[in-house]
């Protein structure tokens, strides 16, 4: 089989393990994840073997979930920003959120990057133009666009993708920064930051006028 063709299969077959609801498979990625925070915690180097027998699975194992360490990475926060949207979507409503349900979702966002810090910082690090960071603002991308539609509708003008494009590569180049020691800030100072830096019309859910300071 050309080796083209093995690769598309393999990313198949992963793409339809990801989306399985079966116990086994959900099981097999949770200690996978587990593993990772471990590491991380410990200080110790994240790789494919430190993973796997941390988790006790095979390398095989491992491969077929992911395609390396920074795959991991990948749909680790895929998974994250899933979560800490769909919580604040499930407790808050278009009437009801507000700068401090836009803060508590930056504090949980902050606070799942610094417990996989080194993993993360490993990913940013070999980034290479439009490489890992571009990818995870496209999943970060997604999660605020949906919140525009349903919670935050943008002041006349402002388009929804553009304006979800534009703040999920923002708020991901200030994240990698901080991530890779770049920018210093503790976690709260980073949560707040990019609370107090996301467009007013996110946070309260009523759209500003075209050209308001307090808008985009």
Known sequence: MPRDAAT?????IRDTIRSSSD???LATRSRLYEAVRALADSGAEITVRSVTVSAGVSRATFYTHFSGVEDLALH???QAFHDIAGSARSTDSVTSFDETAMARSQRALIAHYAAYRSLYAGAFAVATPRGAESRVAALMRTEILAHIRDIAPPPPGV???IAATYIAHAATGLIASWVLGETEATEDELA????QLMPRWMHTGIPSSAGDPDGL
């Open 159 to 161: 388009d929804p993708e």
């Open 76 to 78: 680790l926060q895929e």
């Open 8 to 12: 598309a299969d393999i990313s198949a």
């Open 23 to 25: 116990p086994r498979v």
């Open 192 to 195: 707040q930051h990019l609370t």
